[in-house]
C-alpha cells in the first residue's frame, strides 16, 4: 500500500501543477486577448499569437473571431484546468489515513460527473456556433470512457465505505 502512496502522491502533485498550468494559461491568454498586451495579430486581423510575457516570441496560435476565442480556446483551456484540478482530487484520496472515506466518493463522483456531462455540453454549444467536428465525437467518448471508470471506482469505494462503516458499528 506503501506504493500506492507514494505514486498517488506523485501524481496528485503532477496533475494539480497541471491544473494551476492550465489556469494560468487560460488567464494569461483572456488578459491578452482583452488587453492587446503581449499579442501579435497575424494576417490583417485573421490569427492572433499570445506571446510569452514581455517577449514577442509566440507560443499559442488561434483564429481572430470571438466565436473561436471563446468557444474554441478560453473555455476548453478553462476546462482542462478542472479536469486536472478534480483528477488530483481523486489522486489525494488514495493517500488519506482513510482510504474509503464520504469525502473519497464525493471526490470521485464529482470526477466521474465531470467526464460524462461537461464534454458532451462543450461539444453541442461548439457546434450549434462553429462548423461541427468529428474531434468532439472521439472528446466525448474518451471522457465517457475515463468516467465509466471513476464510476465503477466510486461505486467500489461507496461499498467499502459502508462495509467500513457497519465494521464500526459492530466495535
Known amino acids: 500500500m506503501n506504493n500506492v502512496k507514494i505514486i498517488s502522491k506523485i501524481l496528485f502533485f503532477i496533475t494539480r501543477f497541471l491544473a ?46 470571438l466565436p473561436y476565442i471563446f468557444f474554441e480556446f478560453l473555455i476548453p483551456l478553462s476546462l482542462y484546468g478542472l479536469f486536472f484540478l478534480l483528477l488530483s482530487n481523486v489522486f489525494k484520496v488514495f493517500f488519506q489515513p482513510r482510504l474509503f472515506s464520504e469525502n473519497g466518493v464525493k471526490h470521485l463522483r464529482r470526477f466521474y460527473l465531470g467526464n460524462f456531462i461537461i464534454p458532451g455540453l462543450m461539444v453541442l454549444l461548439v457546434s450549434s456556433i462553429d462548423n461541427p467536428e468529428t474531434d468532439g465525437i472521439l472528446v466525448i467518448v474518451l471522457h465517457a470512457i475515463i468516467g465509466v471508470f471513476a464510476y465503477f471506482l466510486a461505486a467500489i469505494f461507496k461499498q467499502g465505505l459502508d462495509l467500513q462503516n457497519e465494521k464500526d458499528l459492530f466495535i
Not at 37 to 47: A, D, P, R, T
Open 20 to 65: 494551476g498550468f492550465y489556469f494560468v494559461i487560460a488567464t494569461y491568454s483572456g488578459i491578452a486577448l482583452l488587453t492587446g498586451w503581449s499579442l501579435n495579430i497575424k494576417e490583417g486581423g485573421k490569427y492572433f499569437q499570445v506571446c510569452f510575457p514581455f517577449t514577442k516570441i509566440g507560443f499559442l496560435n488561434g483564429d481572430y473571431n
